[in-house]
């Protein structure tokens, strides 16, 4: 399926952005999923995305199965926690070694990261995971996130709380909570520097107003986590869950590189009554959330520095679309 394109929209005065906007042209997947039988979900889902490919798949496994009842709790099995922090490093790996270089006008890491690559798609069983583990964990120690000083000027939006799947049911507020999802009534920000803030480097960043900087090192942060994880598999396995919510309903929450993703369900029958998928992307550039609260009174001596911010803000943020930058007057 297409991916669709944020498209990201800057209004300058010729000092400061005043104003950002996102328009989007996401498909809302979950619903092309409604009216099918169970099996055909299991079989679509993959089809669907071309990013977070087993996370979606895990995320869709997990809630079907806690809607047909077949446990109050539903756990992640070993190969779908195995598959999903292996894609979670990629994920982390493809940013900081492809994308980042060039937004500090660096050439890309390309050969690093078709190595690390070759090396994930080695993994194939517990020993293999933890021998790249221990590996990515070395080339960690030699590593450091790049550095920009750039300081938030707005107050930051909420971070996300880490939730079990049971206790997400009660934040799930009508049919439009998929596109534009609140927390308490409020925007908020998901991913990497939602589960790190209290590491102590994130938070001494967070304090000094560099939430951009604290979201890299939190990035980094992550990737220790999860290359831990692949030798103690039971740590990275409660990022993935799943409830039975109400009669016939399950849903599903999957820790993602990029934030935490879910997955709600309602079977009529063995057929997909309803279905709800929340992204990260959806809460990063929610209309009112972070990356617009955060390019507001930015400021910016001419539109290639506007638009550069807003393309290393869109990156800390990491949305799972393409997304273009438009720099209109006030």
């Given at each position: 399926?297409?991916?669709?394109?944020?498209?990201?929209?800057l209004?300058?005065?010729?000092?400061?952005?005043?104003?950002?906007?996102?328009?989007?042209?996401?498909?809302?997947?979950a619903?092309?999923?409604?009216?099918?039988?169970?099996?055909?979900?299991?079989?679509?889902?993959?089809?669907?995305?071309?990013?977070?490919?087993?996370?979606?798949?895990?995320?869709?496994?997990?809630?079907?199965?806690?809607?047909?009842?077949?446990?109050?709790?539903?756990?992640a099995?070993?190969?779908?926690?195995?598959?999903?922090?292996?894609e979670?490093?990629?994920?982390?790996?493809?940013?900081?070694l492809?994308?980042?270089?060039q937004?500090?006008?660096e050439?890309?890491?390309?050969?690093?990261?078709?190595?690390?690559?070759?090396?994930?798609?080695?993994?194939?069983?517990?020993?293999?995971?933890?021998?790249?583990?221990?590996?990515?964990?070395?080339w960690?120690?030699?590593?450091?996130?790049?550095?920009?000083?750039?300081?938030?000027?707005?107050a930051?939006?909420?971070?996300?709380?880490?939730?079990?799947?049971?206790?997400?049911?009660?934040?799930?507020?009508?049919?439009?909570?998929?596109?534009?999802?609140?927390f308490?009534?409020?925007?908020?920000?998901?991913?990497?520097?939602?589960?790190h803030?209290?590491?102590?480097?994130?938070?001494?960043?967070?304090?000094?107003?560099?939430?951009?900087?604290?979201?890299?090192?939190?990035?980094?942060?992550?990737l220790?986590?999860?290359?831990r994880?692949?030798?103690?598999?039971?740590?990275?396995s409660?990022?993935?869950?799943?409830?039975?919510?109400?009669?016939?309903?399950?849903?599903?929450?999957?820790?993602?590189?990029?934030?935490?993703?879910?997955?709600?369900?309602?079977?009529?029958?063995?057929?997909?009554?309803?279905y709800?998928?929340?992204?990260?992307?959806?809460?990063?550039?929610?209309?009112?959330?972070?990356?617009?609260?955060e390019?507001?009174?930015?400021?910016?001596?001419?539109?290639?520095?506007?638009?550069?911010?807003?393309?290393?803000?869109?990156?800390?943020?990491?949305?799972?679309?393409?997304?273009?930058?438009?720099?209109?007057?006030?």
């Amino acid at each position: 399926m297409e991916q669709g394109v944020l498209q990201l929209e800057l209004t300058w005065d010729g000092r400061q952005i005043v104003a950002a906007g996102v328009a989007s042209t996401r498909p809302m997947a979950a619903r092309a999923l409604r009216g099918l039988p169970f099996a055909r979900v299991l079989e679509f889902v993959p089809r669907l995305f071309g990013l977070c490919r087993h996370a979606q798949d895990s995320a869709a496994r997990l809630s079907l199965l806690a809607a047909r009842g077949q446990r109050s709790d539903i756990s992640a099995t070993p190969a779908q926690t195995l598959a999903v922090t292996l894609e979670a490093i990629g994920e982390h790996l493809w940013r900081l070694l492809l994308d980042w270089p060039q937004l500090r006008g660096e050439p890309s890491r390309q050969g690093e990261f078709l190595l690390w690559r070759k090396r994930l798609l080695g993994v194939a069983d517990g020993l293999g995971a933890a021998a790249f583990g221990a590996r990515l964990l070395a080339w960690l120690d030699a590593e450091a996130p790049p550095c920009f000083d750039d300081r938030l000027r707005s107050a930051p939006v909420a971070l996300l709380p880490r939730l079990s799947a049971a206790e997400w049911e009660s934040h799930f507020h009508g049919d439009h909570f998929s596109e534009r999802p609140t927390f308490a009534g409020q925007p908020a920000e998901t991913g990497a520097l939602a589960r790190h803030a209290d590491d102590p480097a994130v938070s001494a960043l967070l304090a000094d107003g560099q939430r951009l900087q604290a979201r890299l090192q939190a990035r980094y942060a992550d990737l220790r986590g999860l290359a831990r994880g692949l030798a103690e598999p039971e740590q990275w396995s409660t990022c993935l869950d799943a409830a039975a919510v109400a009669e016939r309903c399950g849903l599903a929450r999957v820790e993602t590189a990029r934030g935490t993703l879910l997955h709600r369900v309602e079977l009529d029958g063995d057929r997909v009554a309803r279905y709800a998928i929340v992204a990260p992307t959806e809460w990063n550039f929610h209309p009112q959330g972070a990356f617009v609260r955060e390019m507001a009174g930015r400021p910016a001596r001419t539109r290639a520095e506007a638009a550069l911010a807003a393309r290393r803000l869109a990156l800390s943020l990491d949305p799972c679309a393409a997304f273009a930058v438009t720099v209109d007057d006030a």
